[in-house]
């Protein structure tokens, strides 16, 4: 057993879908969730167009299967999983808090197929709109889910595929969060909901991905500045009230980085729009891990928990 467990857990070759299966088999997670009371972890799966695609669920121990919680989809960046965003960001304490039902799913190719059209699933032809809006269509019938409440964060890769479900028709989701990440110039031409939705960014000033001012990222398209994404969601969302400032109290000063925020408010359906500035910030979760160097991936705030801002802000009614 020690054997598998390594090989798991280390050799690349595997499978996310098999590795789920060991946590199954070692006692990590549940079989299921489905229909089942919390508290419950489990690695889940549904097949679209044949082909399987596999997500992390969590119910919150306040979840008794029958009266409907609000649910936070939680899409993972490029070259990661449900599995490292989960290690990245903790949100199974926030749903446990907060009581949301989490869903964490995998991306093809350790990515997703957003409007840029630069990633690995896109050059597969991967649908993940397809994908998500059919798996936020079966929540309800899977689990004790508000269908009115189903948000959705995403960080890099993540949020560009988070702001294409937002940018829907006929949107699938109420409110999404976005950290280093957002409107491409695709999405922007294309972005016409029919809905207002609620919008919190998260954007660092020095991210060496995707740059704040906006513009090209080299073969990965060419990001929306974050002013003027957060702009852009104000109008969507028809937000009449004037622009408000905050700053967040500088909480670490080993960190080398602040924090302030925009807010705009009267809003259609009494959503809001919000923009998170992190000066200093590189391309990071605040709060989270420096998952990689600073030379790399630039600096992680440590004044606020991103995944707590994110949580109070998806999950409220």
């Not at 189903?150 to 989701?173: E, I, R």
Request: proline share 6%.
């Amino acid at each position: 057993m020690r054997a598998l467990l390594l090989a798991c857990t280390a050799a690349v070759a595997l499978t996310q879908a098999g590795c789920a299966s060991l946590d199954r088999f070692l006692g990590f997670e549940e079989k299921t969730c489905i229909g089942q009371a919390g508290p419950c972890t489990a690695a889940e799966s549904i097949s679209i167009g044949g082909v399987v695609r596999t997500y992390r669920v969590h119910l919150p121990a306040s979840h008794d299967g029958k009266s409907p919680q609000p649910a936070i989809v939680v899409l993972h960046g490029r070259l990661g999983s449900a599995r490292s965003m989960e290690r990245l960001t903790q949100f199974q304490r926030a749903s446990d808090a907060h009581g949301f039902v989490l869903i964490e799913p995998d991306g093809l190719y350790r990515s997703w197929a957003d409007p840029r059209g630069v990633t690995p699933a896109s050059k597969h032809h991967v649908d993940d709109l397809q994908f998500l809006t059919t798996l936020i269509d079966r929540l309800p019938k899977l689990y004790a889910v508000d269908r009115q409440q189903v948000s959705v964060a995403g960080m890099s890769n993540g949020a560009f595929m988070a702001t294409a479900l937002a940018c829907q028709d006929s949107p699938k989701v109420s409110a999404v969060a976005l950290v280093a990440g957002g409107f491409s110039d695709q999405s922007l031409a294309s972005c016409h909901p029919a809905k207002p939705v609620a919008v919190l960014m998260i954007e660092g000033d020095s991210d060496p991905f995707v740059p704040y001012a906006g513009g090209p990222m080299g073969d990965r398209g060419v990001a929306v500045g974050a002013i003027a994404g957060f702009h852009r969601w104000a109008e969507l969302d028809g937000c009449s009230s004037p622009q408000t400032f905050d700053e967040f109290p500088d909480v670490s000063r080993k960190d080398d980085s602040t924090a302030y925020r925009f807010t705009r408010g009267g809003c259609e359906g009494g959503v809001r729009t919000e923009l998170v500035t992190v000066q200093g910030g590189g391309h990071t979760w605040p709060g989270g891990p420096q998952y990689l160097p600073e030379s790399i991936v630039g600096r992680t705030d440590r004044d606020f928990d991103a995944t707590e801002l994110i949580s109070t802000f998806l999950a409220e009614p």
